[in-house]
């Protein structure tokens, strides 16, 4: 049924009844709007209709060609209507017998709107105020996350495990181990000695008692034994009598 009311308004069309056409493509469209190219026919039988609107200069409505009902949008936002409407109704895509002239006539559109000085110039000659040309702002594009993964049961995405796992080695720097911990103790243990070591120093500065007596002999060589005062004594006796001796003579 579609099929056939879409050649009903393509044999209007090429009667030169342009309404007629336009009425039985919005008719087809009304009847199955997911139709293939039902949208197609509706679109270029719109644009040849709008050709025929025109000012009292004699200026056709380049805005109603490119199907735009405020003045003051930006000329950014004109030129992407002309590309979206071109690639819509464009000859080799399109089989309809209005497609052509369509695409002619929205591009003599766009070539008056799509610059500033032209579309000033276009304003001042059918009596419109001139245009706002305000400078489109910029839109802040969010990050899109990539494909979750399956991990057990919960899905995450990639960014969202990348993340999780450099905010693990993170809380691992700052809070080590307790492998690196016994490690670090290892480590220290040269600047600050074991027990073992202390305890060597502690026999060092507290000798044993064999050590003690070692020490007892060698004092005993500076002082000498009772036997060795005894034999002086004798030598000194000796000497007095050697005196006694000079003395008589």
Same mark, same amino acid.
């Given at each position: 049924?579609?099929? $056939?009311?879409?050649?009903? /308004? ?5 009667? @030169?009844?342009? $309404?007629?056409? !336009?009425?039985? /493509? ?5 009847? =199955?709007?997911? !139709? @293939? ?26 805005? &109603? ?28 895509? %399109? ?18 709107? @799509? ?9 001042? &000659? ?30 995450? +995405? ?32 040269? +600047? %600050? ?12 500065? %507290? ?5 003690? %007596?070692?020490?007892?002999?060698? =004092? ?28 008589? !003579?």
């Amino acid at each position: 049924m579609t099929e $056939v009311l879409l050649d009903m /308004a393509e044999e209007h069309y090429l009667k @030169g009844n342009t $309404v007629s056409a !336009f009425k039985w /493509a919005s008719l087809a469209q009304e009847l =199955d709007p997911n !139709f @293939g190219s039902v949208n197609l026919y509706v679109e270029a039988y719109r644009i040849n209709l709008a050709a025929f609107i025109i000012h009292p200069n004699g200026e056709r409505n380049w805005y &109603r060609l490119l199907d735009i009902e405020q003045h003051s949008v930006s000329c950014q936002a004109i030129t992407h209507r002309f590309v979206k409407l071109a690639k819509m109704i464009d000859p080799e895509v %399109h089989s309809s017998a209005a497609a052509p002239t369509a695409l002619k006539h929205i591009t003599m559109a766009w070539e008056n709107l @799509g610059e500033p000085d032209k579309r000033c110039a276009y304003h001042a &000659r059918v009596g419109l105020p001139p245009p706002t040309l305000e400078k489109p702002q910029p839109q802040l594009v969010k990050p899109q996350l990539e494909k979750p993964l399956e991990i057990g049961s919960k899905k995450r +995405s990639r960014l969202e495990t990348h993340m999780e796992i450099a905010s693990k080695k993170r809380c691992s720097s700052s809070h080590p181990s307790e492998n690196t911990s016994q490690k670090r103790c290892q480590v220290n243990s040269s +600047s %600050h000695p074991s027990e073992i070591a202390s305890q060597k120093r502690c026999s060092s500065s %507290h000798p044993p008692e064999n050590t003690s %007596h070692k020490r007892c002999q060698v =004092d005993s060589s500076s002082h000498p034994p009772k036997n060795a005062s005894q034999k002086r004594c004798r030598i000194k006796s000796s000497s007095h009598h050697v005196n006694r001796h000079r003395v008589i !003579f």
